[in-house]
T-cell receptor
Framework: DAGVIQSPRHEVTEMGQEVTLRCKPISGHDYLFWYRQTMMRGLELLIYFNNNVPIDDSGMPEDRFSAKMPNASFSTLKIQPSEPRDSAVYFC?????????????FGPGTRLTVL | SQQGEEDPQALSIQEGENATMNCSYKTSINNLQWYRQNSGRGLVHLILIRSNEREKHSGRLRVTLDTSKKSSSLLITASRAADTASYFCALDSSYKLIFGSGTRLLVRP
């Protein structure tokens, strides 16, 4: 398996622009998580899905952030409009609830810079 | 805050020495996990300890859990330069993980 795939790996955009981050979870995993990592706030859980349904979006900072999971193999995190304080590394992770393992598998992250 | 608090924030040791990192938390947990993050990379799962376990080993890693004190420790024995990374504890309660602030470990060759 290729692991969790994220694209793009780096994104530089200007304030006010729309940004879309993409994630392909590991096949067969039924949970998908979006995290944001900054020096100031550490690793924050933004939202997570179970079987493509959003379960908890309490970590989404503002209405400018939205996430979708149209099918089991694809999810997007959208920021519209983007602001400089959104600059961070965004990680996607997935896990399976089958069996006894509960570890999460992380993608390589998308480094977002908003100018 | 539900997240784990890690101690120390940074640790510098000589290759071959042992490294100990601690995690304290406030909420009840199903299990506690430890992850490693190399610079510029995603997190990698290291080890999981369930709430009814007190100690667990995996290779050079030893994890302890004291639920009465709400604390856990990660010991890396015979450290190597390749162990240089940030280490995070993560509290697992109902499928989502809440990560601590991390310990930055530097192993000097």
């Amino acid at each position: 398996d290729a692991g969790v795939i994220q694209s793009p790996r780096h994104e530089v955009t200007e304030m006010g622009q729309e940004v879309t981050l993409r994630c392909k979870p590991i096949s067969g995993h039924d949970y998908l998580f979006w995290y944001r990592q900054t020096m100031m706030r550490g690793l924050e859980l933004l939202i997570y899905f179970n079987n493509n349904v959003p379960i908890d979006d309490s970590g989404m900072p503002e209405d400018r952030f939205s996430a979708k999971m149209p099918n089991a193999s694809f999810s997007t995190l959208k920021i519209q409009p983007s602001e400089p304080r959104d600059s961070a590394v965004y990680f996607c992770a997935s896990r399976s609830t089958s069996g006894s393992r509960s570890e999460q598998f992380f993608g390589p992250g998308t480094r977002l810079t908003v100018l | 805050s539900q997240q784990g608090e890690e101690d120390p924030q940074a640790l510098s040791i000589q290759e071959g020495e042992n490294a100990t990192m601690n995690c304290s938390y406030k909420t009840s947990i199903n299990n506690l996990q430890w992850y490693r993050q190399n610079s510029g990379r995603g997190l990698v799962h290291l080890i999981l300890i369930r709430s009814n376990e007190r100690e667990k080993h995996s290779g050079r890693l030893r994890v302890t859990l004291d639920t009465s004190k709400k604390s856990s420790s990660l010991l890396i024995t015979a450290s190597r330069a390749a162990d240089t990374a940030s280490y995070f504890c993560a509290l697992d309660s109902s499928y989502k993980l809440i990560f601590g602030s991390g310990t930055r470990l530097l192993v000097r060759p």
